[in-house]
């Protein structure tokens, strides 16, 4: 899924249903307008894994419109995508067409025991239950299988930035920083259990868009898609003209951040002694 332009249900709490289903309305304005993640991505994810992504099995789970999917693939990855909206899997499909798409999700995925080398979730893990998706994940990967987990995040070091965030915190009443991971603790909040042990890595990237293109990629954003027509639309009519004045050309280069978290199954499993 996308960037955390606006602010996202707090990461690691417990799923959301409304807003986790509110992207199935808005699948194709997310496809044309999502952004999507760079080449130094998938080549942390094999550094991170141990193996290249050519010839890997791949679940990627929670796949949108398959946007990482299609990086995934281009990669030489054999990918099977799990998508639990429907509005969203059959957008993949038109995008996708051979790609296989199951309906599903991290907390009960529909994939058999062992089957899969990586697991992904691009954008994604923070719909899941991890007290659930992680055993699922565990399950399904076979031994020595990596689980990857990433987000385009904000570079809020950027001060138009930072102001856009503040921004959408005073519409909607929120406090953006208590909606992200602090720095640091995004690790034991992937699974509280302690049970995965994740190596963390952070890449930046940037894309110029159009400014049309930009106010569409927030208002792809699940806080947006919930919140009444004129209320989102008074945000963006203002926003406009705040990005005039920074972008007059009407060019917007946003900056991302992609936190990347990976950890490996162990390739066996030790051995158990029973006292007699």
Do not use: C
Not at 87 to 97: E, H, I, K, N
């Amino acid at each position: 899924m996308g960037a955390m332009t606006a602010p996202t249900p707090h990461p690691w709490t417990g799923l959301n249903t409304t807003r986790a289903r509110s992207f199935d309305a808005a699948a194709a304005e997310y496809a044309a307008n999502r952004p999507s993640y760079p080449p130094a991505l998938l080549d942390a994810i094999e550094e991170l894994a141990g193996r290249p992504l050519a010839g890997a099995r791949v679940a990627d789970v929670g796949a949108g419109t398959g946007i990482a999917t299609a990086l995934l693939r281009a990669r030489g990855a054999d990918v099977l995508a799990v998508e639990p909206g429907e509005g969203m899997a059959a957008q993949f499909r038109r995008t996708l067409p051979d790609v296989p798409v199951v309906r599903g999700d991290g907390n009960a995925l529909p994939l058999a025991t062992a089957s899969t080398d990586l697991i992904t979730y691009a954008q994604s893990w923070h719909w899941t239950d991890p007290a659930r998706a992680v055993p699922e994940a565990l399950r399904v990967l076979r031994p020595g299988g990596a689980l990857a987990l990433w987000w385009n995040t904000d570079a809020n070091d950027i001060p138009w930035i930072a102001e856009q965030s503040r921004r959408i915190a005073r519409h909607f009443d929120m406090d953006v920083s208590a909606e992200r991971p602090a720095a640091g603790t995004d690790t034991d909040l992937a699974d509280p259990s302690g049970r995965l042990h994740f190596h963390r890595r952070t890449i930046r990237w940037s894309r110029t868009v159009a400014l049309d293109t930009h106010l569409a990629n927030i208002a792809s954003h699940s806080i947006f898609l919930v919140s009444p027509a004129p209320h989102a639309s008074a945000f963006f009519d203002r926003e406009r003209a705040h990005l005039l004045r920074t972008f007059p050309e009407g060019a917007v280069t946003e900056t991302y951040d992609v936190r990347l978290l990976v950890a490996t199954k162990p390739a066996t499993t030790p051995a158990t002694t029973t006292e007699m």
